[in-house]
Protein backbone atom coordinates (compact mmCIF):
# COMPACT_ATOMS: atom_id res chain seq x y z
CA UNK A 1 0.00 0.00 0.00
CA UNK A 2 1.38 3.54 -1.20
CA UNK A 3 0.56 6.16 1.97
CA UNK A 4 -0.55 5.93 5.43
CA UNK A 5 -2.91 3.61 6.35
CA UNK A 6 -6.61 4.88 5.84
CA UNK A 7 -8.62 5.88 8.59
CA UNK A 8 -12.91 5.45 8.50
CA UNK A 9 -14.30 9.00 9.21
CA UNK A 10 -11.35 10.73 8.61
CA UNK A 11 -10.31 12.68 5.86
CA UNK A 12 -7.12 13.30 4.84
CA UNK A 13 -6.94 14.19 1.36
CA UNK A 14 -5.40 18.05 0.47
CA UNK A 15 -6.57 20.05 -2.27
CA UNK A 16 -3.65 20.93 -4.80
CA UNK A 17 -1.50 23.93 -3.24
CA UNK A 18 -2.97 26.81 -5.75
CA UNK A 19 -6.22 26.30 -3.59
CA UNK A 20 -4.78 26.33 0.08
CA UNK A 21 -5.29 29.91 0.82
CA UNK A 22 -8.66 29.75 -0.80
CA UNK A 23 -9.70 27.13 2.01
CA UNK A 24 -7.89 28.89 4.55
CA UNK A 25 -9.49 32.56 4.43
CA UNK A 26 -12.68 30.28 4.08
CA UNK A 27 -12.39 28.68 7.56
CA UNK A 28 -11.91 32.29 9.16
CA UNK A 29 -14.54 34.24 7.16
CA UNK A 30 -16.84 31.48 5.87
CA UNK A 31 -18.05 29.93 2.75
CA UNK A 32 -19.00 33.14 1.51
CA UNK A 33 -15.29 34.32 1.24
CA UNK A 34 -14.75 31.97 -1.61
CA UNK A 35 -17.02 33.55 -3.84
CA UNK A 36 -15.53 37.22 -2.55
CA UNK A 37 -11.93 35.97 -3.06
CA UNK A 38 -13.56 35.04 -6.33
CA UNK A 39 -14.34 37.99 -7.27
CA UNK A 40 -11.49 40.52 -5.97
CA UNK A 41 -8.79 38.21 -7.90
CA UNK A 42 -11.02 38.43 -11.14
CA UNK A 43 -11.12 42.64 -10.57
CA UNK A 44 -7.84 42.46 -9.88
CA UNK A 45 -6.72 40.59 -12.71
CA UNK A 46 -8.83 42.58 -14.91
CA UNK A 47 -7.17 45.85 -14.25
CA UNK A 48 -4.04 44.68 -14.78
CA UNK A 49 -4.82 43.83 -17.66
CA UNK A 50 -6.81 47.28 -18.84
CA UNK A 51 -3.99 48.68 -17.16
CA UNK A 52 -1.37 47.10 -19.76
CA UNK A 53 -3.54 47.74 -22.70
CA UNK A 54 -3.83 51.55 -21.99
CA UNK A 55 0.11 51.81 -21.23
CA UNK A 56 0.26 49.91 -24.47
CA UNK A 57 -1.93 52.57 -26.40
CA UNK A 58 -0.79 55.45 -24.76
CA UNK A 59 3.00 55.05 -24.86
CA UNK A 60 4.52 56.01 -28.41
CA UNK A 61 5.34 53.22 -31.51
CA UNK A 62 8.97 54.05 -30.57
CA UNK A 63 9.00 53.23 -27.28
CA UNK A 64 8.29 49.44 -27.31
CA UNK A 65 10.43 46.53 -27.58
CA UNK A 66 8.94 45.43 -31.04
CA UNK A 67 9.67 48.62 -32.60
CA UNK A 68 13.50 47.78 -32.34
CA UNK A 69 13.31 44.45 -34.31
CA UNK A 70 11.34 46.09 -37.62
CA UNK A 71 12.48 45.36 -40.59
CA UNK A 72 12.74 48.03 -42.97
CA UNK A 73 13.19 48.11 -46.40
Request: proline share 7%; no cysteine; charged share 10%.
Amino acid sequence: MIGPVPIESIEVTKPPWIFLPLFAIENWVGISAILWISVATGAILLLVLVGLAALAWVTQGAEHIGSLFRIRA
